[in-house]
């Protein structure tokens, strides 16, 4: 089912991915605000972005993280919609390594050939047209993990959802900075979260999971 959040200036569709039958259920954002659209991370078919995207221009698509349920169809979209995909500098490899990128452990070899003209990296704050993201490096889950905080929204792939936090338990998960994370999480203003998987949640629910973990 896809979900529709019209929180003040921006529209927020969430759209859930299909492949792996829907087992896998990853939720992706399309943000919509006067011409422009951000797209948050990459796992819903192209043709149901399409239809939400309509005519406005895509500004880029914003990785959560590098996990292969995250960018199944981004080379799609990048093609589509003539436009870059923002991840942390130096983990880009990871599109190409199915270890790295978790699809082992579902005993497939995702690997995708991201052109490098095509990917930019995140700096702490980015201003696209009439979007201003706030970067939060959240590292724990994987060393790439990043929270995205735009007007007000906190998305946060597979950092913490509603009820739990990601696991911790991946090749390049720590649970030490999985604490600081969350930590830090604890002191940032937001009215909603919206994870990469799973429903939405207030401030107040995600400050209770955080509780269980610290
Ligand atoms: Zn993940």
């Not at 199915?98 to 452990?105: A, D, F, P, T």
């Not at 696209?128 to 929204?153: A, Q, R, S, W, Y």
């Not at 009215?191 to 995600?206: C, D, F, N, R, V």
Request: hydrophobic share 40%.
């Amino acid at each position: 089912m896809n979900l529709f959040y019209n929180l003040g200036m921006v529209e927020i569709i969430c759209l859930k991915s299909k492949f792996m039958h829907g087992v896998m259920e990853q939720n992706t954002y399309v943000l919509l605000k006067g011409k422009f659209a951000l797209i948050i991370d990459a796992g819903a078919d192209l043709e149901d972005v399409k239809k939400v995207v309509g005519n406005k221009k895509v500004l880029g698509v914003f990785m959560t993280h590098l996990h292969f349920d995250h960018f199944w169809y981004l080379d799609e979209y990048l093609e589509e919609f003539d436009t870059s995909v923002y991840v942390v500098e130096g983990y880009e490899n990871k599109f190409e390594d199915s270890e790295l990128n978790g699809s082992v452990l579902v005993r497939q070899k995702i690997e995708r050939n991201i052109s490098k003209k095509r990917i930019k990296y995140y700096a702490k704050n980015l201003k696209l047209e009439n979007f201003d993201i706030e970067v939060i490096n959240t590292p724990g889950h994987t060393e790439d993990c990043v929270c995205l905080l735009i007007e007000n929204k906190l998305f946060t792939g597979d950092t913490i959802f509603a009820d739990c936090i990601g696991r911790i338990d991946l090749k390049d998960s720590s649970k030490e900075q999985m604490i600081e994370s969350l930590e830090n999480l604890k002191t940032i203003d937001f009215s909603i979260a919206l994870p990469g998987h799973y429903e939405s949640a207030t401030k107040e629910q995600i400050i209770k999971t955080i509780g269980f973990y610290l």
